[in-house]
């Protein structure tokens, strides 16, 4: 028990069981796999300046301690949380001093790249450009959208994907098994079932699955035997149930996905995604707003109701709050999904407002000018209307549009839904004389 109180005082598994050699590490086969440029740049020591961008506990941190441990280069690590210009300025000077007295190239790791200000970042473009150091950048958010152009301009960026269940299985299973930095020097025995559950609920991050290992092992006694069992139940004592990160990148991509599905007349991933986003912490008032935006955008008149539900379904967030107006804003979900498409009606705006920016415009007809005031007559407003209501089915042949778009068409209808109707209306009245 001695040597397993001395381990629970040691560094994280997590951290003990951290990959030193291209061999050991584990994922991301399509960056470092067997003849593949990463790989490649790494044991040849040419890894130019990089980005590596990727979810949490995929490897991004480990496969640059990995380059460092290979490479003959000087390696300094940073975290942009808690460095600033002055610390990249030392950082700068030693490299300078290696590159000029002993031609030694220097690595800079930067974690959390993203968290560096635009002045920070501009603070070793020159050293990058110069080759002075060679900077690793590592970011679970997409680097195109949270750090400036300009220093990614300037680095290769390599997206790690979130590991598999099995990945992860085979790393808790080398902690387990391993005598120097794991637990192989006790008597371990972990049900299937209870891996294949940590792993499940990691999804993904590594460091989550030994954490909950180490946990586990630290907090369980032995038996009468000898063997400390990890079964199911203590699995899942050992992890938490997961929770989402929800970064700007992930945020909006997964709004994305929910608009594509409303479009795409999908109600089953629009209501995936719709849970996933309240999971995260969204805002539901930013789901509904969307929800109304699109039964107009892609529905519009082929299901008038659409946008009815979606309204309501807003107004209801407002009274009813979480979690009861989960089911108004699902229902309308759902008829905005199931509803004949149709977007005749964002067209038809986009078509107006285009020909609105292009300017040039001339008096109103004289037919459609304002009547409501005396004396309207002495000036000619308004002379040659035909007040529709006075005409059979209250409709007359009569020039509505600006002269300078006369002859544009800007709806049209499809025929989907309740626009068939309206198309057969707009034949008949063009069938006129």
Not at 124 to 132: H, N, S
Request: aromatic share 6%; hydrophobic share 40%.
């Amino acid at each position: 028990m001695t040597d397993l109180l001395n381990m629970g005082e040691s560094a994280p598994l997590a951290d003990r069981m951290r990959p030193r050699t291209l061999e050991e590490f584990i994922g991301q086969e399509h960056l470092v796999g067997s003849g593949r440029l990463l790989r490649r740049a790494i044991e040849a020591d040419r890894l130019t300046s990089s980005i590596f961008f990727g979810p949490p506990g995929c490897g991004k941190t480990t496969l640059a301690s990995i380059i460092a441990g290979a490479t003959k280069a000087a390696f300094v690590q940073l975290n942009a949380v808690t460095s600033g210009v002055s610390d990249v300025r030392d950082v700068l000077k030693s490299a300078q001093e290696r590159r000029t007295l002993y031609g030694q190239p220097t690595y800079l790791l930067l974690d959390e790249c993203h968290r560096w200000s635009k002045a920070q970042s501009d603070s070793i473009l020159p050293a990058i450009e110069r080759g002075t150091i060679r900077f690793i950048g590592s970011t679970t958010e997409n680097p195109m959208i949270a750090m400036t152009p300009a220093i990614v301009s300037r680095c290769r960026v390599f997206q790690f994907q979130a590991l598999t269940d099995g990945h992860v299985i085979t790393a808790m299973r080398r902690a387990l098994s391993d005598r120097e930095r794991g637990y192989g020097a006790l008597n371990v025995l972990v049900d299937e079932d209870a891996l294949r559950h940590i792993a499940r609920i990691a999804g993904g991050d590594t460091r989550a699955a030994l954490g909950a290992i180490e946990l586990a092992v630290l907090t369980t006694p032995a038996g009468a035997d000898g063997v400390i069992c990890i079964d199911m139940a203590v699995a899942e004592e050992s992890i938490q149930k997961p929770m989402m990160r929800c970064d700007e990148s992930l945020y909006y991509d997964m709004l994305s996905a929910f608009c594509k599905s409303l479009r795409g007349s999908d109600s089953d991933a629009a209501l995936a995604w719709f849970a996933r986003l309240i999971y995260a912490g969204v805002d539901p008032r930013i789901i509904t707003r969307r929800i109304v935006a699109h039964a107009s955008e892609d529905v519009g008149l082929a299901n008038p109701t659409a946008m009815l539900q979606a309204q309501a379904a807003a107004a209801d967030l407002e009274m009813l709050g979480m979690p009861e107006a989960r089911l108004p804003i699902a229902q309308a979900i759902i008829a905005v999904c199931e509803s004949p498409k149709s977007n005749a009606v964002c067209a038809a705006v986009d078509a107006a407002m285009a020909d609105a920016e292009k300017g040039g415009f001339g008096p109103v007809p004289v037919h459609l000018r304002d009547t409501h005031y005396q004396g309207h007559e002495r000036i000619g407003s308004g002379e040659g209307y035909k007040f529709p209501h006075d005409y059979p089915n209250h409709w007359v042949r009569q020039e509505y549009m600006p002269p300078e778009v006369r002859g544009r068409k800007y709806y049209r209808p499809t025929e989907m839904g309740h626009e068939a109707t309206i198309l057969k209306n707009h034949q008949v009245r063009e069938g006129r004389k």
